[in-house]
């Protein structure tokens, strides 16, 4: 299927009041916002919003929803988040020193053991290193807690690293709104979006389909409707139910692969938890349409990107594009993707990305929480999590005196990054063993395994010698890196074309 060329923009930016706070909030720049949907045929609201500073540094967002302004509502609120953090990150003023140091300090309510942050296997980390702390707060009582700044940082582009990272930064945990609390509560609830698929989807998909059996929303059942009208098969899999969270994902693909619009739209996944299943199967639903535009458009060919942009975001995009700060290996794989037609790409996701080899009900799912009190939504997720032994900590990094409100959640041993970087902790060590298939063990690491760094106080759950198989997990990977790792945005196809 073709998609015919626009004469962009294709529907005027909507007049919202919460738009309006996010542009006020932004420095100077140029900021556009267009939509992305006519890449596909869903229907489907998707925007883009872009900020060309001033100062030489550009900012994106995606959103989406049932209406344009939802939509452009996410897309000026996930631009926000790493502007604002970004900005944030370079104001603060960290302490050098080694967790030892510390700990002796302030005692163990007063800092986070790096050991229990899930780091990468094999790293050399020892207590003595010394790291750059910052301070967090601790959602339950206010009170301060320092954490390294890599778990702040949400791109190498925010801070330099200091040796080597601790941990590789990484978006995970952000969230912006016009409160705190709502900020705070997308933060928490990505972390647990991606602690509970980081072992279980993608590559490492169990292959566990959730059967519709009692979808009530009437926004939802539209939707699906309108998939299966468009010839489109959605498969909704479970990742976990951890914490009374229903966290879920979707993905699909064409009955017909030649009505693909594009093979990058195969790749689309939306993933989403809430502690209501119908929240969570709404937006997952949602963002895996918002895939099959966003993806042909970040990751695809120049022609999408000019189908849809105004010519003052193609020309700003191109200038702007560097490989400064790309993976060699996402880059590497992504390229290749760009030679892959339609029935390609589904043969290349066929196993594991879309089987299913068990089902449970979309009805044995959590349902709606019914915590008295405060009732809030990071309220209710966060004393899930307290529940669970876990201790949420935040960190303000809204813009001073601004309109908008971004947190970035954290939550030593939520579990993210596994199948990219190789970080690993008690809970995704607990999940592989449990899965039986050689990636992680407890005793007898075989030849080219890496040790999994645990604080003191787990290493009694396991055996004397953790260990993950890092060179099969990348194997296991392989073709699908893309799936977790994307370049940055136009990066890719300015490769494969010989401009970078």
């Known amino acids: 299927m073709t998609v015919p060329l626009f004469d962009p923009p294709h529907r005027p930016l909507p007049e919202h009041p919460a738009i309006k706070s996010y542009r006020r909030a932004l420095p100077e720049g140029a900021v556009l916002a267009y939509p992305l949907d006519p890449l596909d045929r869903v229907g489907l609201p998707v925007w883009s919003a872009e900020l060309f500073a001033a100062r030489g540094s550009m900012h994106h967002g995606v959103g989406f929803?049932?209406?344009?302004?939802?939509?452009?509502?996410?897309?000026?609120?996930?631009?926000?988040?790493?502007?604002?953090?970004?900005?944030?990150?370079?104001?603060?003023?960290?302490?050098?020193?080694?967790?030892?140091?510390?700990?002796?300090?302030?005692?163990?309510?007063?800092?986070?053991?790096?050991?229990?942050?899930?780091?990468?296997?094999?790293?050399?980390?020892?207590?003595?290193?010394?790291?750059?702390?910052?301070?967090?707060?601790?959602?339950?009582?206010?009170?301060?807690?320092?954490?390294?700044?890599?778990?702040?940082?949400?791109?190498?582009?925010?801070?330099?690293?200091?040796g080597a990272w601790l941990v590789p930064p990484v978006t995970n945990g952000l969230g912006a709104g016009p409160t705190l609390d709502h900020a705070f509560a997308h933060g928490l609830l990505e972390l647990v979006q991606r602690d509970g698929n980081s072992a279980t989807y993608r590559a490492l998909d169990l292959g566990i389909g959730i059967r519709l059996d009692s979808v009530r929303d009437p926004a939802t059942l539209a939707l699906l409707d309108t998939l299966d009208r468009a010839g489109i098969e959605v498969t909704v899999k479970l990742a976990s139910t951890d914490f009374s969270i229903t966290n879920l994902y979707v993905v699909g693909?064409?009955?017909?692969?030649?009505?693909?619009?594009?093979?990058?739209?195969?790749?689309?996944?939306?993933?989403?938890?809430?502690?209501?299943?119908?929240?969570?199967?709404?937006?997952?639903?949602?963002?895996?349409?918002?895939g099959r535009s966003r993806k042909p458009f970040d990751n695809g060919p120049i022609s999408r990107m000019?189908?849809?942009?105004?010519?003052?975001?193609?020309?700003?995009?191109?200038?702007?594009?560097?490989?400064?700060?790309?993976?060699?290996?996402?880059?590497?794989?992504?390229?290749?993707?760009?030679?892959?037609?339609?029935?390609?790409?589904?043969?290349?996701?066929?196993?594991?990305v879309f089987s299913v080899r068990s089902r449970v009900n979309f009805s044995s799912l959590p349902e709606p929480p019914t915590e008295v009190g405060d009732g809030s939504a990071a309220a209710v997720v966060a004393n899930r999590l307290r529940e669970g032994g876990l201790d949420p900590l935040y960190i303000d990094?809204?813009?001073?005196?601004?309109?908008?409100?971004?947190?970035?959640?954290?939550?030593?041993?939520?579990?993210?990054?596994?199948?990219?970087?190789?970080?690993?902790?008690?809970?995704?060590?607990?999940?592989?063993?449990?899965?039986?298939?050689?990636?992680?063990?407890?005793e007898a690491p075989p030849e080219g395994a890496r040790r999994i760094l645990l604080p003191e106080a787990r290493r009694g759950e396991f055996g004397p010698e953790p260990w993950l198989d890092v060179a099969t997990l990348n194997s296991r990977v392989g073709r699908l890196y893309p799936l977790y790792r994307e370049p940055s945005r136009h990066v890719a196809a300015l490769v494969a074309d010989g401009v970078l």
């Open 253 to 290: 693909a064409e009955r017909d692969s030649e009505e693909t619009p594009h093979p990058l739209a195969l790749t689309a996944c939306g993933e989403a938890a809430d502690p209501d299943r119908e929240k969570a199967l709404n937006k997952a639903l949602m963002e895996y349409v918002a």
């Open 65 to 162: 929803g049932p209406t344009d302004a939802r939509a452009a509502i996410g897309a000026f609120g996930e631009l926000s988040e790493t502007l604002f953090a970004g900005d944030a990150v370079k104001r603060l003023r960290p302490r050098r020193a080694s967790y030892l140091d510390v700990l002796r300090e302030v005692g163990p309510d007063g800092v986070v053991d790096p050991l229990g942050v899930c780091l990468p296997a094999g790293g050399d980390y020892t207590p003595t290193r010394p790291l750059r702390w910052v301070e967090a707060r601790r959602w339950a009582t206010g009170e301060g807690v320092l954490v390294p700044i890599e778990l702040v940082a949400a791109s190498p582009v925010d801070i330099e690293p200091d």
């Open 306 to 352: 000019t189908a849809v942009a105004p010519g003052s975001y193609v020309g700003r995009a191109i200038r702007t594009a560097t490989l400064e700060h790309e993976e060699e290996r996402d880059l590497r794989e992504a390229v290749a993707w760009l030679g892959m037609d339609a029935r390609g790409m589904r043969d290349l996701l066929e196993d594991p």
């Open 397 to 442: 990094l809204s813009p001073p005196d601004g309109e908008v409100r971004v947190v970035r959640a954290i939550v030593p041993g939520l579990e993210v990054e596994t199948a990219s970087y190789g970080r690993i902790g008690a809970r995704n060590l607990r999940r592989l063993l449990r899965r039986d298939d050689d990636l992680a063990g407890t």
